[in-house]
């Protein structure tokens, strides 16, 4: 059991972007522990990008020793809690005075060292490079944005995206779903709706892939870009079990602590707040806790917490990159494509911004080491 007897612990499980952020911001005001599987924050916007260029790692890459420098950081899964501990897959138990979960979307084959996260984007790069036809499954904004990539730096290789639903970037509105359709097909992709390809018949050699409705693909290699599920799964069993909505979300009430917990508090993807799942919001509860941490560290008044207001416009605002200059932004009031939104995210994909949000340098100098 790891404890400080003399000051407030403050465990953040989770260093994506809304617990990352948290954490930072807390470094100085509590004892505080971060617990990711992963020794590194990505900056996960920039991850299609960094397939075709992998040298932008540089920068969308963070160690979290970088970024907190009076944090203890505990490089494991977390795998249940208790009222007073987090267990961590390793079997370390971290005793804590307020709990922040910050798991949004649940890890999976992700390296845990930020040396072997840059060979896997180099293995991407290469596979890509090395492919005349390449084939994305999943038209969600992963194999939007991957698609619009690989389109616009390498025009001369044939992609195909297949995704099961009825139209692309089912996250956001129509509209916005016809702008990427018609984007994508004047880039020569070609785009197959309403049909899937079984996973589990797919090998890393597969040359020939057949679709649900038996159509037929010729590609030399394959990336899988479809949804990851919420990471809430190693809770289900834990204080928590009643606090999760059919979706699998943890309840917060309006000061971000998870329902009936008065030192538990939950941001980011993994919330029930009614809005899009946008990193911008999961920011933005980030900053939320932290202020009411601040103030009950202090010994502050319930009600004296900060309240969070969910993200006002109905259809929400998103921004999707297609390539290196264009994108398509939805707004609250309209849609738009070209080369506006891609002047606002595409060319940058907001690095420099998260850095700096982040406390660092948004344009280090190059060091080609990890
Ligand atoms: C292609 C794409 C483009 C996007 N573009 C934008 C954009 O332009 N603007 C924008 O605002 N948003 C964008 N988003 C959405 C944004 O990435 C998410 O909303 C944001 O990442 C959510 O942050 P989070 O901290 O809640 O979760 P995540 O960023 O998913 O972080 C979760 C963290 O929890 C860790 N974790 C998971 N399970 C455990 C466990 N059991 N124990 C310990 N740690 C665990 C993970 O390792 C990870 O570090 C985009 C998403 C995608 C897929």
Redesign the pocket.
């Known amino acids: 059991m790891e404890a400080d007897q003399q000051k407030t612990r403050v465990v953040v499980?989770?260093?994506?972007?809304?617990?990352?952020l948290l954490a930072k911001s807390l470094q100085f005001h509590a004892h505080l522990y971060l617990?990711?599987?992963?020794e590194y924050?990505?900056i996960?916007?920039a991850?299609?990008r960094a397939m075709v260029e992998p040298s932008i790692c540089e920068r969308t890459l963070v160690k979290h020793s970088d970024y907190l420098t009076n944090a203890r950081i505990i490089t494991?899964?977390?795998?249940s809690i208790n009222s007073k501990e987090v267990l961590?897959?390793e079997g370390r138990t971290i005793v804590y005075d307020y709990l922040v979960i910050?798991?949004?979307?649940?890890?999976d084959s992700?390296p845990t060292t930020r040396t072997d996260r840059i060979q896997q984007f180099q293995q991407d790069n290469d596979k890509i490079k090395s492919s005349s036809s390449i084939l994305i499954v999943g038209g969600?904004?992963?194999g939007?944005?991957?698609a619009g990539e690989i389109a616009v730096d390498y025009p001369e290789k044939k992609v195909t995206l297949v995704h099961k639903g009825s139209r692309l970037l089912e996250f956001i509105g129509p509209k916005a779903s016809n702008k990427a359709l018609d984007w994508l097909s004047s880039k020569k992709v070609e785009v197959i709706l309403g049909q899937t390809i079984s996973l589990d018949s797919m090998s890393g050699n597969e040359r020939v892939y057949t679709t649900s409705g038996g159509q037929k693909i010729t590609a030399d290699c394959h990336f899988v870009?479809v949804?990851?599920p919420l990471?809430s799964?190693?809770l289900q069993e834990s204080i928590l079990k009643e606090c999760f909505d059919t979706r699998g979300q943890l309840m917060v009430d309006e000061n971000l602590r998870v329902w009936g917990k008065k030192n538990i508090f939950a941001?980011?993807?993994?919330?029930n707040i009614p809005e899009m799942?946008?990193?911008?919001?999961?920011?933005k509860?980030?900053s939320v806790v932290a202020k009411n941490l601040k103030l009950l560290l202090k010994g502050a008044k319930e009600s004296e917490l900060a309240k969070y207001k969910p993200s006002s416009s109905s259809s929400g605002m998103?921004?999707?990159?297609l390539g290196r200059k264009e994108g398509i932004a939805q707004l609250p009031f309209t849609t738009i494509g070209g080369y506006l939104p891609g002047v606002i995210?595409s060319r940058d994909?907001?690095v420099g911004r998260t850095r700096k949000h982040m406390g660092l340098d948004p344009h280090p100098t190059p060091t080609h080491t990890s």
Request: charged share 10%.
């Open positions: 499980v989770g260093g994506g972007v809304a617990g990352a617990i990711d599987p992963k924050f990505e996960p916007w991850s299609l494991s899964t977390a795998v961590t897959g910050a798991t949004g979307h649940a890890v992700t969600g904004p992963t939007v944005e991957l870009c949804g990851k990471g799964s190693w941001i980011g993807d993994i919330t799942k946008q990193g911008y919001l999961a920011q509860h980030a998103a921004i999707v990159s995210k994909l907001f």
